[in-house]
């Protein structure tokens, strides 16, 4: 496994692997990884001959008041799990080689529509980072594939649509969610969680999952109730939930009770960490 800093030498070394006939596969994180980002590595290298996983701790995506400078940086433990994973090229760029111009500077890319609501609405800017550096990295890179985890639900879809409208020819694999044994979905930032902070956050997970049973039940049809419901469990557990969102599953819009296939999105505070979660029903 190669571990590179430069675009230049990214495309160099991707030029000799394309010339000989080789799939490439994209696994973009921000590093800090997990059991999470590992299954996204092994579901690319189910369909491809050469993965490449990025490491970078993107400005863009982060608002004023978010964890930008504590966000962790593990590279050389990155290394170590990649390399093990098989993973064949590590992207480490720093800021300046991906914003050579400053942030204020740079061009955006702006996903109406999915990127509105949910983290949309309490990250603002968030998503027009994430989508800025994907599209980037898919430029960079110029893979077959790129895969992204389903925990990042608002994420996928934002990244789904981009990739459509700007008519970017990568095939995008969304990989289920990693879990704990107590259901909490694998997460860098599960770190900052203190141990009896911990002992409870597995809590947003079970709400979910009781909901999505509820909404399974065809005589359901008070979805505004059962958020509510959702919510003040969460508060009762010692939760400050942001958001307990049933949508359409597609369009990420808010559920009607003819929906088929709806999704349960949250996202909430314990402590001073934020925890975001989903589960999908077909009704």
């Given amino acids: ?11 160099t070394i991707l030029q000799n692997y394309r010339s000989q006939g080789k799939r490439i596969g994209l696994v973009p994180t921000m590093g800090n990884l997990h059991e999470g980002h590992i299954s996204l590595v092994a579901k690319a290298l189910e369909a491809t001959d050469v993965v490449v996983t990025s490491i970078f701790v993107n400005p863009m995506q982060f608002g004023a008041n978010e964890d930008l400078d504590s966000y962790p940086r593990t590279l050389k433990a990155d290394q170590e799990k990649l390399e093990q994973a098989g993973n064949t090229l590590v992207f480490a760029p720093p800021v300046s080689e991906i914003y050579p111009n400053g942030l204020a500077n740079q061009t955006q890319v702006v996903v109406p529509g999915v990127s509105e609501g949910h983290c949309g609405a309490g990250r603002p800017g968030h998503f027009e980072g994430v989508a800025t550096v994907v599209t980037m990295l898919f430029n960079m890179v110029q893979p077959d594939i790129a895969v992204f985890g389903e ?23 969304g990989a289920p969610t990693v879990r704990d ?77 003819d929906d088929r296939e709806l999704t349960v999105l949250a996202a909430a505070f314990l402590g001073t960490t934020r925890l975001i979660d989903n589960i999908s029903v077909t009704r």
Avoid: W
């Avoid at 190669?2 to 230049?8: S, W």
């Avoid at 925990?151 to 995008?172: G, N, S």
């Avoid at 509510?228 to 969102?245: H, Q």
């Fill in 151 to 173: 925990k990042d639900f608002q994420q996928l879809a934002v990244i789904r649509k981009l990739t459509q409208d700007l008519m970017i020819p990568v095939e995008i694999i």
């Fill in 1 to 11: 496994m190669r571990t590179v800093h430069k675009i230049k030498e990214l495309r």
């Fill in 181 to 257: 044994e107590d259901g909490l979905a694998k997460s860098s930032r599960n770190g900052y969680l203190s141990e009896q902070e911990r002992s409870k956050a597995a809590t947003i997970h079970q709400t979910l999952s009781d909901l999505a049973k509820q909404l399974e039940q065809p005589s359901i049809a008070d979805l505004d109730t059962l958020s509510r419901e959702a919510c003040e469990r969460l508060e009762a557990a010692g939760f400050r939930p942001e958001y307990v969102n049933i949508v359409n599953s597609l369009t990420l819009q808010p559920a009607s009770i």
